[in-house]
């Protein structure tokens, strides 16, 4: 079967919300009708076409994106299975609700990356926005599933709300990474803001570079659960970058944040 | 069929089939895990009165097991998938659970899932904690040296119990080397338990007694001291001690694997180690859908 490649005319004037454009809703269609399939671009319903030139490819499926898609959000938004790569960075809620399939995105994607992500796989080659990995405004849970990793940095409030899955940034991350996590993990390669794990209930976050200020409302663990670790680590060292070497490494724990329910976890690699 | 004087029954073992798990007991060294496994595998000789039949199957490395330490793979057989949950929860429970150090893992990834950890868990009185990690589910759960960490599920399979074999021996110094040689060829083998004492059971059974209320009694038969008493005995004077070794197995071919290389080992020592016949322990071939012929066996082994 043979895929599709989507090379941006101009930027828009407008956001485009790219809801709806998924791999699996453009099966059997010719290069004609995906260029019908309609997209929000303010408040008008406008042809896919108007933005992007459809040509057959031979990538099995997948729908690569050509272009600086900056100003298209909602990339990938509740894809279920398939692949989706945008050759250039791309928008808000990139990968949000993503239930299975993969999104590569080789730029920079916006805010609220991979928000509520239950499944699949967000690969951002670049930097990541503020709220990746977390909840949509107003609503209760944030990421549920599946995996994000950021190759570069990320903004604030990272994992915010997130309940399972893992969620990974190579680079540093902002202020508040995992506040008000549920479950899940996290892993950091390089430094992390303030207020890590801010009323985090459950979950684990693992630093791999630089220790984090660590508020008082954690307490040290005085053992290691070295065979948790083991699990963790092993599993986090398929990512590479700054998590291959984790095995081999020891661990602290602060156990916390005592405000909230107090069995989260936030590991420091020595 | 003579081999090397001993004497090859035209006969058959009966085996049945039973739902099994595979554990990977591990600790913090292989002593630990040890006593894990061996407590855990107590008491599990037979499903008569055991619930379950269990053994270790094999010592791990440090670089086979899912945390990097060393370990022990089990295997625990019973007669229904209910049984055999209910023996996992207990024994893990009981024997894992409480000796220091240890983790559970279930050592079958493919099959009808059991709860490991998804019970005991709730020893951790609201402490215990769930981490799925790469879609497997774990419970970690705080305990006085650390914590038990468990899979949430083993999973189950169908698999093969009662393969046997019946060796016969001149004496019962003979009779135990022999046996121990076939067991020791047997236990180096994959999937397979002899979940006897030692892999080895003197108190052979068959069908039925004299007593309405038992089902099963002393083979009669192969017992030197009925020699001239049973109305039919299978003892000569040249053979008055008789040892039988029970197999359980995952699949059929393993069962098989593991009788040929008990004969071998048996065949090896010959009628000058003081082995002089290997019988079968059957019950006409009606009530078990496995059937080990011996002979049969033995021609395939050579042929491979």
């Known amino acids: 079967m043979s895929g599709w490649r989507l090379t941006l005319r101009q930027a828009p004037a407008l ?12 099966v059997g269609l010719s290069s004609a009708q995906i260029e019908q399939v309609r997209v929000g671009h303010g408040n008008a319903l406008v042809p896919l076409g108007e933005f992007f030139t459809v040509k057959a490819d031979d990538n099995d499926d997948a729908l690569v994106f050509e272009g600086d898609l900056s100003r298209f959000d909602r990339v990938g938004w509740q894809m279920t299975g398939g692949r989706i790569t945008v050759n250039g960075p791309a928008g808000h809620y990139a990968g949000g609700c993503m239930g299975g399939g993969e999104l590569q995105v080789k730029g920079h994607a916006g805010l609220l990356a991979a928000c509520e992500m239950a499944g699949g796989q967000l690969t951002v080659e670049g930097d990541a926005g503020d709220f990746a ?5 107003g609503s209760v849970d944030g990421m549920r599933g599946g995996t994000l990793i950021v190759k570069g940095n990320a903004g604030a409030r990272f994992g915010d709300r997130m309940r399972r899955g893992t969620a990974l940034v190579f ?3 902002g202020d508040f990474v995992a506040s008000r996590m549920v479950a899940g993990t996290i892993g950091i390669g390089g ?3 303030a207020h890590v794990g801010y009323g985090m209930r459950r979950g684990s ?8 200020d660590i508020a008082m409302t954690f307490v040290p663990a005085l053992v290691e659960a070295r065979v948790f670790w083991q699990l963790l680590a092993r599993d986090l060292a398929r990512h590479g970058g700054p998590f291959a070497q984790l095995p081999a490494r020891a661990v602290e724990r602060h156990l916390g944040d005592l405000a909230s329910d107090g069995r989260g976890e936030l590991i420091v690699a020595r | 069929m003579i081999e090397n004087g001993v004497a090859i029954d035209d006969s058959f073992a009966e085996a049945f089939p039973m739902k099994a798990t595979r554990l990977i007991i591990t600790a913090h060294n292989l002593t630990w895990a040890l006593n894990a496994a061996v407590s855990a595998t107590g008491f599990a000789t037979s499903v008569i009165a055991c619930g379950c039949e269990a053994g270790i199957e094999r010592e791990l490395s440090a670089d086979e097991t899912p945390d990097g330490r060393p370990g022990v793979s089990v295997l625990i057989f019973s007669m229904s998938g209910k049984e055999l949950a209910k023996q996992v929860e207990r024994r893990v429970g009981q024997c894992v659970l409480t000796c220091p150090t240890t983790a559970a893992f279930a050592g079958i990834a493919e099959g009808e899932a059991i709860a490991l ?4 868990r709730f020893f951790g009185d609201g402490w215990q904690i769930s981490k799925v990690i790469n879609g497997v589910r774990y419970w970690r759960i705080p305990v006085m040296d650390g914590e038990f960490v468990a899979q949430e599920t083993t999973a189950v399979v169908k698999c093969v119990g009662g393969g046997n074999l019946l060796l016969l021996c001149r004496d019962t110094d003979t009779a135990l080397a022999v046996s121990e040689a076939a067991v020791a060829a047997m236990k180096a083998l994959p999937n397979v338990i002899m979940p006897f004492p030692g892999g080895v059971v003197r108190s ?3 069908v039925g007694s004299k007593y309405a209320t038992l089902s099963a009694s002393t083979n009669d038969a192969f017992c030197p001291s009925l020699y001239g008493l049973a109305a039919k005995s299978e003892i000569t004077p040249e053979t008055r001690c008789v040892m039988e070794i029970v197999i359980d197995g995952l699949t059929e071919a393993d069962v098989g694997a593991a009788m ?12 000058a180690g003081g082995l002089l016949r290997i019988s079968a322990g059957n019950y006409g071939g009606k009530l078990g859908p496995f059937h080990f012929h011996l002979r049969k066996l033995l021609a395939a082994g050579a042929s491979t």
């Open chain 1, 171 to 173: 680079g540093n991350v």
């Open chain 2, 204 to 206: 052979g059974s068959k």
């Open chain 2, 260 to 271: 040929l290389a008990g004969m071998r080992a048996g065949i090896a020592l010959g009628s």
């Open chain 2, 117 to 120: 950890g998804k019970n005991l």
């Open chain 1, 133 to 137: 990995a977390s909840t949509l405004p």
């Open chain 1, 191 to 193: 430094q992390a803001g």
């Open chain 1, 15 to 26: 956001r485009v919300d790219m809801r709806g454009v998924l791999p699996a809703a453009v």
């Open chain 1, 205 to 212: 976050v693992v630093f791999t570079g630089a220790t984090p």
